[in-house]
Nanobody, 128 residues
Framework: VQLQASGGGLVQAGGSLNLSCAIS????????IGWFRQAPGTEREVVSC????????YYANPVKGRFIISGDNAKGTVSLQMNSLKPEDTAVYYC??????????????????????WGQGTQVTVSS
């Protein structure tokens, strides 16, 4: 599986960005696909996940109500619509494919162990 993240950029607080993760061999029937983020000097943290098996979506508490994750099997993409962005959302965002779906996606989860299930990061910077 190969993952390609895009859509990061610089935005003012209160603005929006849409991240996209293009995935080869894509199917939400076989993977949970989601996003982690890592700010400088901090550990990588879970953001959101989507899958065709329960739980179908997961959102970390800091992004609930502001971010929306969606998947398109036909296009082989998963998108993360980020609204009402805050400076604390500034981080490098990584997409990942998880053979276990979204089952373990919660605070403290580190994501897939194998590097092949990770895409490269995309920088999101929110100015105040």
């Amino acid at each position: 599986v190969q993952l390609q993240a895009s859509g990061g950029g610089l935005v003012q607080a209160g603005g929006s960005l849409n991240l996209s993760c293009a995935i080869s061999s894509f199917s939400l029937d076989h993977y949970g696909i989601g996003w982690f983020r890592q700010a400088p000097g901090t550990e990588r943290e879970v953001v959101s996940c989507i899958s065709n098996s329960d739980p179908r979506t997961y959102y970390a508490n800091p992004v609930k109500g502001r971010f929306i994750i969606s998947g398109d099997n036909a296009k082989g993409t998963v998108s993360l619509q980020m609204n009402s962005l805050k400076p604390e959302d500034t981080a490098v965002y990584y997409c990942a494919a998880d053979l276990l779906g979204c089952m373990y996606w919660k605070s403290g989860y580190r994501g897939p162990i194998d590097d092949k299930y990770w895409g490269q990061g995309t920088q999101v910077t929110v100015s105040s």
